[in-house]
Nanobody, 128 residues
Framework: QVQLVESGGGLVQAGGSLRLSCAASGRTLSSYAMGWFRQAPGKEREFVAA????????YYADSVKGRFTISRDNAKNTVSLQMNSLKSEDTAVYYCAADIRYPYNRVVHGNPAHYDYWGQGTQVTVSS
């Protein structure tokens, strides 16, 4: 059973930065794509960023492109999301997810239906 645990959320002023981390346990995820999603109150869960198993393919939502960076450390079984120039509209619960259907897949997905395991989420609040 895979467990994903997010950390690093908090309260930050607009224009500030936060770094989220996702630690996996129960199974090594170094062969699988990983993603970050977020859900604001009253809204559906939306895609933020995804990264291939090797880390050389990344994919971002237009709303965060140029401000957020996804990365991974396969030796530590972790995935991170560096968030810069934060805006009030970035306020949400951020979730880490793992797509374990196909190892060594060179395709990364923005559709949450492609992800099999999810963390509990970490709150990010950006004050204006």
């Amino acid at each position: 059973q895979v467990q994903l645990v997010e950390s690093g959320g908090g309260l930050v002023q607009a224009g500030g930065s936060l770094r989220l981390s996702c630690a996996a346990s129960g199974r090594t995820l170094s062969s699988y794509a990983m993603g970050w999603f977020r859900q604001a109150p009253g809204k559906e869960r939306e895609f933020v960023a995804a990264i291939s198993w090797s880390g050389d393919i990344t994919y971002y939502a237009d709303s965060v492109k140029g401000r957020f960076t996804i990365s991974r450390d396969n030796a530590k079984n972790t995935v991170s999301l560096q968030m810069n120039s934060l805006k009030s509209e970035d306020t949400a619960v951020y979730y880490c997810a793992a797509d374990i259907r196909y190892p060594y897949n060179r395709v990364v997905h923005g559709n949450p239906a492609h992800y099999d395991y999810w963390g509990q989420g970490t709150q990010v609040t950006v004050s204006s």
